[in-house]
T-cell receptor, first 111, second 116 residues
Framework: GENVEQHPSTLSVQEGDSAVIKCTYS??????FPWYKQELGKGPQLIID?????GEKKDQRIAVTLNKTAKHFSLHITETQPEDSAVYFC??????????FGPGTRLSVLP | GAGVSQSPRYKVTKRGQDVALRCDPI?????LYWYRQALGQGPEFLTY????????KSGLPNDRFSAERPEGSISTLTIQRTEQRDSAMYRC??????????????FGEGSRLTVL
């Protein structure tokens, strides 16, 4: 089955700096890669996703890149703000395989 | 509200008791998923439904765990003869699309189960 690894497990950045979180997956059949943000006491919420037919997708301050050959994808957050502090989860999916989530990255944006 | 609703939010039970966790998905959502999330970990898949049909239950840890969605809307996850290792946050998620198409998962706030 699919296995998703995520690094780093914790990340601290200064406000205004960029943050990058990386994930690798094992099953080359995976073709959908969402990123979820989980704030304290709440359920995960989708912030951006990418499908295997594109290499990069951007939405304001967040972007995701995908390298299918290397089987890894990354979340990039620019101009970080205190409200970006949360736990971020990546996931991999293809039809016939359920969403497999990474272990999460706790991001702290320091003022 | 319009989101995924789970109840109870907190459940404390004694070892050996049965518990039932309820999920009320967003109206009209076809797919419903159950996940278990240990502290500091990502959601771990348990089972999922398309309408009332349980499509995959491969993530259920053992036969003490079962789930149903009899009318294709509300779902119940039941854990029989609870053990301390069952203590975790149980999260429900629903999606507007069937499993054949990827789509955003909308998560509930979870039911935190503590088995003493």
């Amino acid at each position: 089955g699919e296995n998703v690894e995520q690094h780093p497990s914790t990340l601290s950045v200064q406000e205004g700096d960029s943050a990058v979180i990386k994930c690798t997956y094992s099953d080359s059949a995976s073709n959908y890669f969402p990123w979820y943000k989980q704030e304290l006491g709440k359920g995960p919420q989708l912030i951006i996703d990418i499908r295997s037919n594109v290499g990069e997708k951007k939405d304001q301050r967040i972007a995701v890149t995908l390298n299918k050959t290397a089987k890894h994808f990354s979340l990039h957050i620019t101009e970080t703000q205190p409200e970006d502090s949360a736990v971020y989860f990546c996931a991999a999916f293809y039809y016939g395989q359920n969403f497999v989530f990474g272990p999460g990255t706790r991001l702290s944006v320091l003022p | 509200g319009a989101g995924v609703s789970q109840s109870p939010r907190y459940k404390v039970t004694k070892r050996g008791q049965d518990v039932a966790l309820r999920c009320d998905p967003i109206s009209g959502h076809v797919s419903l998923y159950w996940y278990r999330q240990a502290l500091g970990q990502g959601p771990e898949f348990l089972t999922y439904f398309n309408y009332e049909a349980q499509q995959d239950k491969s993530g259920l840890p053992n036969d003490r765990f079962s789930a149903e969605r009899p009318e294709g809307s509300i779902s119940t996850l039941t854990i029989q003869r609870t053990e301390q290792r069952d203590s975790a946050m149980y999260r429900c998620a629903s999606s507007t699309q069937g499993h054949a198409n990827t789509g955003e998962l909308f998560f509930g706030e979870g039911s935190r189960l503590t088995v003493l």
